[in-house]
Every structure is written in C-alpha cells, then in structure tokens.
C-alpha cells in the first residue's frame, strides 16, 4: 500500500461516485485496486507505470493478451463502418457459422452481451422447450448472476447439507422460490447427482453443469461424472447444458471435444469477443428453436439492444480465427509448464498444496488434500491466511493473478514469460513457507 499512488487516488475519487469506489465485486482489492492504464501482449501497466505480467486476462476473456493488432484491425474496421445498428449483420451469421463448425453439438446460436445473459437465455431456453420449472446446477459452481445460476455458490460448511447439497441464497434478497426451483448436486460425485436428478426428474429443464468450474475449485470433471449426466438427462427428459463460457478456451472444440461429449445447449462467452461484451447460446436445431420468430411470437421472446453487436463480432472471428490447432497446443504445452513448475516450488519449499487445471488455466491451492469438488477446495482460515500472503507476494513479483488463484495464459506469452511466471510463483511460495 502507497497513500501516494496514483491507483489510490483514483479510488479514493471513485468512492464518491460508486459503491464502495466499485463497479465489479470480482476486481475488488484492499486496501485499494489497482488501476490498470493500459495493456499490451501479455503485460499491462498500472496508473504509476508499474508493469505486470497479466495472469488475469479479464478472467480469462484476454487470450490474446491486450492490444493484439488482429484485433484491433478488425475491431477499428467495423467502427469505421458502424457500431450498432437496428438491423442485423453479416458479421453474426459469419461468428454463428464459425463456432457451430467447431462445436458438433451446435447446430445453431444464438448471440447475447455477457455470460450471465447467456446462461440466463440457456435456462429460459430448457424451460420452454420442456415446458418443465426446475433447473439442476452443481455446489459452488459459478454461472453469472442470473437468480437461478447463482444458488448455491458459496454455502458455507455449516450449510452444506448432510448427504447432499442443499439449495442456498448467494444474494440477499433470493426468494424463496428461486431455491425452490434449483436442485443443488455435488461436483464429480456421480452417484449423489444421479439420484437427485432422478428424484426431480419429471420436474427437471435441465442440468447445468461447467465442466471445469473456477469457483468450485478448477478441478476437471472426472469422465464417468459427466457421462453419468449425459445418460440420465436423457433418461428423465431434462436437457444437459454445458457452461462453456470459460471452458471454450480448453481445446479447439471446447471441454465438450475434449470430453468427447455432445450437451443439448452450450453457453459462450470471453474469448469469443475478441476482449468485447459477448455472450452466445448454442445448441440442437429443435432446442434452439425456442427463439424462432417466424411463426409468430416465439416460444422465448430475446432482443438486446447490443446483442450480436458487430464489433464484438468481427473482433470475436479474428480471435477465434487465431485460435487454430497449433495456438491451443502451445497454450497447453505452456499451461503445463506453468502447472509442474509451481507443483515443483511447492514441494521445494514445503508447502502444502499445488495447482489443479487444463490447458492454458490453472488455480494454485493451499489446501493439503486432492481437489475435486467445491468442499474440498473449500479454503480453512489458515490455508486462506496462506492464500492471501502468496497473492501479495506475486503482485509485488510483477504477476497478475486472481485473488482465488486462478491463473489464465494468453497466447503472446514466450517462454522467457512463463519462466518469469514460475520464478515470481516460487519466490512467492518461499514467502509463505516463512510464515509457516
Ligand atoms: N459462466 C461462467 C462459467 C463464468 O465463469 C462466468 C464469468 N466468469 C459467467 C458464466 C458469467 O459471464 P459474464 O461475466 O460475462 O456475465
């Protein structure tokens, strides 16, 4: 902390104007936030010119870092033309043909401005194709804030149910019969979500599920977990949708190529964009035919004042577009090194924990036991003491990370970069085996 840094004094203008001085509860920081000035590849600068390796990426959004010249090609070309319009663009239909050739289990999409909004049309969508009110989403796993996609984010132990999870308010004010609609499943633990959904199943639109979720850990979903939710999604006539608005920056064909699964409905956003607002609901031609205006009004009704805008959308094909095979197998060879070094500082100075992930996201824990759900990724008072030493010690290294310890590559890293990634990663860790 430095009462004279510039990031100071901006918050201390920006808590006249905004609640708290924030706009965002996820880039809230004590004792103040850093303001970020400007991005460039992999780095960005504060408002004191101090510079840091981004490990953030906008929560995981950047894939390309900041300021790539693709992107800012085809973003400035469409501005030149027109920001927004009354009347739809060659640019939706030519995002919409470019991801449902890469997902199998797109046949047709359906664009929105963030992942909340995506995920919140998903569930409408399940709703109104099977005409049935419950939704199924899985203990701590983040969806945005739509009131159905956010119960149960963060029970705390004294609210996790004996047996099974039991649905929790995340926000003041949740009514009750938001809970009641939601079935809360654990995380990879294939036969308590089976019995609860067939408990529910004749009441059932869907199960929502992400298969590598953050907030519950970043632990990947085991195989036979997701399989056992594909089969009995089928079985009680409810829809699988998977959240992919992270995950899509796994693979070339997203967590649903590498799982080698096919969900009903899939949400996007992040990398989509190309760093704009996006959000986007894919699925099966009959699902997706809920939003079909021809015959009159449609089963769901969807606008959007800036859905599909195209600059997001020229900005989102020129990202996808860099994103070939080639770009995923370094992200992954990258993630990987990044993975086994930390794991490597870890053992090296004695600390418990170590890192969990795929491809080019990873989270660092502190937690002495193997990840695989929200619970046992849930932080005691001491392995969060741990957490947030680490976090200060690696901003002062000059590495942006978030402050669960999600960690997001982008593709104009060098390996001189992630070196520097595992060096600043060790160093930090050495501080908190100091205060052990
Ligand atoms: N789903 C998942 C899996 C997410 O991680 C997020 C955001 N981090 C969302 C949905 C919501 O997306 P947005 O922030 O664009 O509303």
């Not at 978030?402 to 050495?430: F, Q, R, W, Y």
């Amino acid at each position: 902390p430095d009462p004279n840094s510039s990031s100071q004094k901006m918050y201390d203008r920006a808590l006249a104007s905004l609640p708290g001085g924030n706009t965002r509860t996820t880039v809230f920081m004590k004792p103040y936030p850093i303001y970020a000035a400007r991005g460039e590849g992999c780095r960005v600068w504060d408002l004191d010119g101090n510079v840091y390796i981004d490990c953030i990426n906008n929560f995981t959004s950047q894939i390309h870092g900041h300021a790539h010249p693709a992107l800012i090609k085809a973003a400035t070309a469409q501005l030149a033309l027109g920001s927004a319009f009354g009347l739809p663009t060659a640019s939706e239909v030519d995002l919409a043909e470019l991801l449902a050739s890469r997902l199998p289990s797109v046949d047709q999409v359906r664009f929105a401005n963030s992942g909340t909004e995506a995920v919140m049309m998903a569930l409408k969508a399940a709703r109104a194709h099977t005409g049935r009110p419950k939704i199924a989403k899985c203990e701590g796993a983040y969806h945005g804030s739509y009131d159905y996609a956010e119960v149960s984010l963060d029970p705390t132990p004294e609210a996790w149910g004996r047996n099974a999870p039991v649905s929790v308010a995340y926000a003041k004010g949740t009514p009750d019969n938001v809970l009641a609609d939601v079935v809360t499943i654990p995380f990879n633990d294939t036969e308590a979500a089976v019995s609860l959904i067939r408990e529910h199943g004749r009441e059932l639109a869907c199960v929502l599920v992400d298969p590598m979720p953050n907030r519950a850990g970043l632990a990947p979903a085991n195989q036979a977990y997701l399989e056992a939710l594909r089969k009995v999604t089928r079985e009680v006539g409810a829809l699988l949708i998977f959240d992919e608005v992270i995950t899509f920056r796994l693979g070339y064909r997203g967590a649903q190529g590498i799982w080698n699964i096919d969900p009903d409905l899939t949400t996007l956003g992040k990398i989509i964009g190309g760093g704009f607002p996006v959000g986007a609901i894919g699925g099966r031609r009959d699902v997706m035919a809920v939003f079909d205006p021809r015959p009159g009004k449609p089963a769901l009704p969807h606008g959007g004042t800036f859905s599909a805008n195209p600059v997001t959308m020229r900005a989102g094909i020129a990202a996808m577009e860099l994103l070939d095979e080639a770009a995923f197998a370094r992200l992954d060879a990258m993630g990987e090194a990044v993975r086994s070094g930390i794991n490597e500082a870890f053992h090296r100075h004695g600390v418990p924990g170590g890192t969990v992930g795929l491809g080019s996201l990873l989270k660092i824990h502190f937690v002495d036991r193997p990840v695989r759900d929200y619970r046992s990724a849930y932080l005691s008072e001491e392995e969060g003491r741990r957490q947030m030493v680490f976090s200060r010690a690696l901003l002062n290294r000059g590495v942006l990370a978030a402050g669960n310890g999600l960690m997001a590559l982008s593709t104009p890293m060098t390996d001189a970069d992630i070196n520097a990634i595992i060096d600043a990663a060790s160093g930090a860790l050495e501080e908190v085996a100091r205060t052990l």
